[in-house]
Every structure is written in C-alpha cells, then in structure tokens.
C-alpha cells in the first residue's frame, strides 16, 4: 500500500482531513496496545470456554486483567460506536461483574461443567456483544469514527489508530477481506475510484460522494457462494485416491496429467483443469530428472460460505486429518507448497510460488509412505465426521496442544535429539490435553484423571507382553528359518488370528529365540501370562501400584513446572511415558466419540469387552478363542 502521508498526488484543495484519514488506513506504521474490543470479548470467550485450573478464574489478577483490557478498549471507542453498541456493552459489563463478585466455588468450576448462570449470563452477553460488533450498522459507526478522528484537528495524539484496528477486525469477524478492503478504502478516498475501476488513475469525484461510497463499501455484507480450497503438498509419491465427506485427496502425479481434455475422467477433474490449464499451479514432474512442485493434492469444498479466509478454514480441516493419523500412526507431517480458491466455480486465487520444506530426512519415502497409510487409514472416518461442523472446540485445542507436545519426538525432528526443555514441556501439554478432552465430555478433571489411571494397568500388561515378543525376534542369525517365519506372522498386515493366540500357540517357539538370558525370566512370565489368569492378575496388582506412584509423581512435577517449585530432570523424564500414555488415551477417546456420535463421558468409561471378560477372571486366550468360536458359529448360520 503507498503511504499517501507522504504522497504529492493531492491538489491544493483536498484538506488535510482528508489525507489523515487515508493515511490512517495504512497499517504499517505500527499498532496500538489498545486491543479492539471485538479481540478482548473473544478473549473472554475463549476463557470461558477453556480456561481451568486455579490459576484461571479463580485468580483475582486473571479477572482483574481482563477487565483491565474491556475497560481500556471500551475507553477507545467512538461515540458513534458506542451508541450504536450501547445496549449489548452494557449487558456484558454487567454480567461480567457478577461473575467477577461470584464465590469461590463458582469460580473454580472446570469447563464442561459451568452450568451456573453467573457463566452462562456471561456467554451469552459476550457472544451478543460480537454480534453486535459484527453488524452492517457497526461497520458504518466505526467507519464514521474514524472519519470524526480524522477531521478534529484538535486531537494530537493517535485517536485514531484504536478506532482503525477495531474497523479491520469487525471486517474480518463478518466475513470480510479485512486487507483488500482497507486498500479499496485507499483507492476510492485518494483517488476517487471504485475497487474494481481499471486502468487506474485519478478521477474527480467530489469529496462528499467519495466518503459516502466509503462509508458504504465499509458495511457492504460478505458475498456468499461456492466456495472449494485446493491445496497442493510435498510428502508423498505414491499417495492412494481417497474421498470422504468433504475433503478429497489425490496422487498429483496422476491427476494433474489427466485433467487435461480427452484424458482419463475422474471427481472434480473440471475444476483441477481450471486451476491448472495454463501450466503454472500444481507442476509435476514429466522427466525422470525433473523435480515435481506438488506430490498429492487435497480438494475441500467448503460449500457456500463467504471467501474470507478459506485457506484458513480449508487447513484446519486438513490439519485435523493430518493431526490424528500421524498421532495415531507417526510418519513424517506433509508440507503445503502451493493452493488455488475457487469462487462459483472461477479461480480467485493461486499461489504460484512454490514453498520448499526441510524435512528430518532428505527424501524420507519411508516415513512419506507412512503417513499416506495412516491417512488412508484413520482419514476416512474423521473425513466424514467433519461434515457434521468442524471438530468441536474442546478437542481441537486438546489435538492441537498434543500436536505440540509430539512434535519434538516426530520423524520431521529425527536429525535433531529432544531437549531436555523438550522432554519437560511434555508434562504440563499432556495434562492439558487432558483437561480439555474433560471439558468436552462435561467431567471434572481430576474424575477423567481418575478413569484414564484405571486403564494404566491392562494397557501397560499389553504393551509388555508386546514388548517381550519384539526381544524374542530381535537377535539374527540364530535359527533364522523361525524367527522369520514368526516375523512373517508378528507383522503381517492382516494376520490369521488375533495377536494374543500367536503369543499363546507359539509362546514355546519365542522364548527358543531369546538370546537375552538377563530377560529370560520376565518374558517367560509375560508370555505365559495371556494364558494363565493367575499369573495375569499378579501382574495387574503390580501394574496398580505403579499406576499409583506414578500419578502421584506426575501431579508432583506438573505443579513444580507450572509454579516453579523444585524437581529434577530425571524425575521428569521418569513420569513423560505415563503422562504420554493419558493423553493420547483421552484424545483418542474424545475423538471416537465424536466420530461415532456417543456421550463422551460414557466413551471415556466404557472398557473392552475383553477387559470385562479378564476382569471376571478368565485368561486372554481363552477369551479370543471363545470369539473366534462364536464368529465361526455365526458365519455358519448364515450361510
């Protein structure tokens, strides 16, 4: 944008007024600490929501900082804003204040549980308060603030700015693009032109009719339509053709060739031809020595909806399917290199410049392929579940402060060894998965804490018995013929029979192969254990105890992390695992819910039948060779 503060394109008679206002427009020359009220009211938001803890709203300086900020913006605003808001303000105030006044008892509610109307009084105003904020009226109020700042030559301080930030923020709250209308302001006050005016140049249109189209175009609603992201990654050569919901993905190498006319027809082919006809967007390799720009595109339609924005929205579905597959079964994270926007079907926008992305290996084709088979695996059914709204806000932040805490540990950060500030913040992230995923399912946290701990011990005894086999099959070259053919079994991506009856049937054969003589006697003891109760319950009772001593320690060192009391980095490191293991426990859980649409809380309590079944005391073998025995039966009925 050209800072017409200093521009000489002005004749002798546009008044100073004039020149101020237009300069306002420019956002370059820095912010004000004035935060626009429409930011504060989706901070409250988003503290009403999410924030829990003691250390929330129970702490009188949280409650007295926030006010601090309502009090400073709303100090800010225009009188013709403030008029025009007067009656939604003045319900916020007021129910904010009564939740400030609220006791203690109230105030210490975790979210999903804050059903006392101090809270929902409160919610409520504040989300009417942006709506009012977010209205064509208040659009032109602010507009007419800002026109007001501009002509009182008293004024020497910057009045202005505050007013300014909060236009480009109401812009961008009602759907708008907040920049491209801030330089169609430019264009229309300085030069007389309408936004789509070509070619350029100065037009003499008096000054009066300039700020009446101004003040128009300023509270002109978003226009809603068809809209469709296209987004063109890095990561994956061979990835599978997969649709579901709202969100498609495609090998690039194979549709970008065949979307031209004549060629193979496939979904959406139209509008990847659309995108791609003149050569520029979505490149791909037609030699073997050639570099591809793009390796697998991702179509989301967001149907009909303002264009503001979609970029944004298109990502974090994407992200959501890319978060949870690569949580569930790693592989290296795909970088974006380029996108297009459809609007009803015409192209609107096109990055044409390609992004390159450092990778924890160069060409790592290994973790490419599977993260490919992980979205190919888990993306469907979070795909679909999308089409219902985007992931609900309370496992959105629980994915993307997991995503935060698996970053560090993931194939992109291979060459680079965790910190020990790496291995720390892992503690105080996990804990807050957790309690966001007790938000979402309406549970105190400490009673979700409680009931993930109860999982601990049969999830740990399966993890060892897994653990046992994989120290039977480490060691080559002793009776290889064996060892392979177990291996053979152990991985196979559709085996014959469920993994406990391979421990059971063949516990004899894996521990022939163990070559750690120091291990022998607890992998005998967990490989015996799928068959003997006895032994299992041992292990179990064990398993409880640890469970104790490590959510105990982990409480411990959380509290040490957040409010500086002393611990050590080996205490630390000693609890990461258990604290990995709640949350990815939690978040999986959460998001099964939401998938298949049951009661959270009753998904976060519900255990597998086979927990039931071991719980009344019968052995894991016996247990699995009863289902297949009953499978059978039914098959045999039905044929």
């Not at 503060?5 to 007024?17: C, M």
């Not at 910057?158 to 801030?182: C, H, M, N, S, V």
Request: net charge neutral; charged share 25%; glycine share 6%.
């Amino acid at each position: 944008m050209t800072d017409y503060n200093v521009s000489d394109h002005w004749s002798a008679d546009d008044p100073d007024w004039l020149k101020s206002l237009v300069s306002s427009l420019d956002r370059r020359h820095g912010v004000s600490t004035v935060l626009p009220l429409t930011v504060v009211a989706e901070e409250v938001l988003e503290w009403l929501e999410l924030a829990s803890g003691i250390e929330a709203w129970k702490n009188g300086a949280n409650r007295r900082s926030l006010r601090r900020d309502f009090d400073q913006s709303i100090g800010a605003l225009g009188v013709s804003l403030r008029t025009r808001i007067a009656p939604s303000l003045a319900q916020f105030q007021t129910t904010f204040s009564r939740l400030d006044r609220s006791p203690a008892s109230v105030l210490e509610q975790p979210p999903g549980t804050r059903t006392d109307a101090a809270w929902t009084d409160v919610t409520t105003a504040a989300t009417d308060l942006l709506d009012a904020l977010g209205s064509d009226a208040a659009a032109r109020a602010s507009w007419d603030d800002l026109v007001a700042a501009a002509r009182d030559r008293t004024l020497n301080g910057r009045e202005y700015r505050p007013i300014a930030e909060l236009l480009f923020d109401q812009l961008r709250w009602r759907g708008l693009d907040a920049e491209r209308t801030f330089r169609d302001l430019v264009s229309m006050l300085a030069y007389g032109r309408d936004p789509h005016d070509t070619p350029f140049g100065h037009k003499n249109v008096p000054l009066t009719e300039r700020i009446s189209r101004a003040r128009t175009h300023v509270s002109t609603p978003a226009e809603v339509e068809r809209i469709v992201v296209w987004l063109g990654y890095q990561g994956s050569q061979a990835f599978p053709q997969m649709s579901a919901g709202r969100v498609s993905f495609m090998n690039a190498h194979w549709a970008v060739p065949n979307a031209a006319p004549g060629r193979q027809d496939f979904e959406h082919r139209a509008e990847l031809w659309e995108l791609v006809k003149d050569g520029d967007l979505f490149q791909v390799a037609k030699q073997v020595d050639e570099e591809s720009d793009v390796d697998f595109l991702v179509r989301v339609d967001l149907g009909r909806t303002t264009a503001a924005g979609a970029l944004n929205r298109a990502l974090r579905m994407v992200e959501t399917i890319l978060s949870v597959s690569i949580h569930n079964s790693g592989g290296i994270r795909p970088h974006l290199a380029q996108h297009g926007i459809l609007r009803s079907g015409q192209v609107a926008t096109l990055t044409l410049m390609v992004s390159r992305r450092e990778a924890g290996f160069p060409d790592d084709h290994y973790g490419a392929g599977i993260t490919a088979r992980a979205i190919e695996e888990h993306g469907p059914r979070i795909a679909s579940a999308l089409v219902k709204g985007e992931l609900p806000r309370f496992l959105t932040a629980a994915l993307e402060v997991q995503k935060t805490a698996d970053h560090p540990f993931s194939r992109d950060m291979a060459l680079r060894k965790p910190s020990e500030a790496d291995i720390t913040s892992v503690i105080p992230l996990t804990d807050r998965v957790v309690q966001h995923v007790a938000a979402h399912a309406a549970l105190a946290p400490n009673d979700l804490f409680r009931l993930l701990g109860r999982r601990w011990p049969h999830a740990r005894w399966l993890f060892d018995v897994r653990q046992a086999v994989h120290l039977c099959l480490l060691h080559r070259g002793y009776r290889n013929e064996l060892r392979n053919e177990l291996s053979r079994e152990w991985l196979a991506n559709q085996p014959s029979r469920p993994w406990i009856l391979f421990v059971a049937d063949r516990s004899g054969d894996l521990l022939s192969l163990c070559r750690i003589e120091s291990e022998r006697a607890w992998i005998k003891r967990m490989l015996a254990s799928v068959s003997d109760y006895t032994e299992y319950r041992a292990l179990i009772d064990y398993y409880t105890a640890e469970g104790a001593v490590l959510e105990a320690r982990r409480r411990r060192v959380r509290n040490a992390l957040v409010h500086g009391n002393p611990t050590s980095f080996a205490i630390v490191d000693s609890v990461r695992e258990y604290a990995k293991f709640l949350s990815g426990t939690a978040l999986n859980l959460g998001l099964e819910s939401y998938i298949e649409g049951t009661v959270p809380a009753a998904t976060l309590s519900k255990r597998t039948d086979e927990f039931n079944a071991m719980q009344a005391g019968q052995d894991a073998a016996s247990y699995w060779r009863d289902q297949l025995a009953a499978r059978a039966g039914t098959d045999a009925d039905s044929s």
